[in-house]
């Protein structure tokens, strides 16, 4: 167990909707890490939050947004979902995030289903 | 182009073999290296993190090695377990990245018995 907390576990919804995911890191740790993995894909890196504010951003589309908030939780927002979002999204968290060897410690993540 | 390519794609071996697993990078220039362990479903898990400057990092079982100049990785298991089957991540932190890793696709090995 990396500490890494992610709900809902599953998530099966329509095109066209909006979804929230949720993530708490590890006690203590700063950063906040988003990546998608679709199918046989490997991990993409979509953005950061450092201690709430945004730190880095990736591949991230513009129907998808972020945020941190005071006590230091994470939530994905993704709307106007379309089937190619179907993906295994994880979170991740880490001391730091200015440090590029900062370990970063991976959630169980979310399997989002869009049909 | 992938920035970071792994080879093979996938591999099946027999308990209490050994094997290795290729990673190749163009990232450049780089922090860190670092390697991961997946099973189906799950978060990623981290084995090993090797800056520019170290040669090898081991980790029980798992050795990893690196040669910046060729941009080559290895990820070596030593007598495999059943436990050992699940997909092996190779990532590269770019320079002054914020940590933007950047996955290799990874390599699916199975272990039977």
């Not at chain 1, 994470?74 to 968290?93: K, P, Q, V, W």
């Not at chain 2, 298991?77 to 890793?101: E, F, M, R």
């Amino acid at each position: 167990d990396s500490g890494v907390t992610q709900t809902p576990k599953h998530l099966i919804t329509a095109t066209g909707q909006r979804v929230t995911l949720r993530c708490s890191p590890r006690s203590g740790d700063l950063s906040v890490y988003w990546y998608q993995q679709s199918l046989d894909q490997g991990l993409q890196f979509l953005i950061q939050y450092y201690n709430g504010e945004e730190r880095a951003k990736g591949n991230i589309l513009e129907r998808f947004s972020a945020q941190q908030f005071p006590d230091l939780h994470s939530e994905l927002n993704l709307s106007s979902l379309e089937l190619g979002d179907s993906a295994l999204y994880f979170c991740a968290s880490s001391v730091g995030g200015g440090r590029d060897y900062n370990e970063q410690f991976f959630g169980p993540g979310t399997r989002l289903t869009v049909l | 182009k992938n920035q970071v390519e792994q080879s093979p794609q996938s591999l099946i071996i027999l308990e209490g073999k050994n094997c290795t697993l290729q990673c190749n990078y163009t990232v450049s220039p780089f922090s860190n290296l670092r390697w991961y362990k997946q099973d189906t479903g799950r978060g990623p898990v981290s084995l090993t993190i090797m800056t520019f400057s170290e040669n090898t990092k081991s980790n029980g079982r798992y050795t990893a090695t690196l040669d910046a100049d060729t941009k080559q990785s290895s990820l070596h298991i030593t007598a495999s377990q059943l436990s050992d089957s699940a997909s092996y991540i190779c990532v590269v932190t770019p320079s002054g990245g914020y940590n933007k890793l950047i996955f290799g696709a990874g390599t699916r090995l199975a272990v039977h018995p």
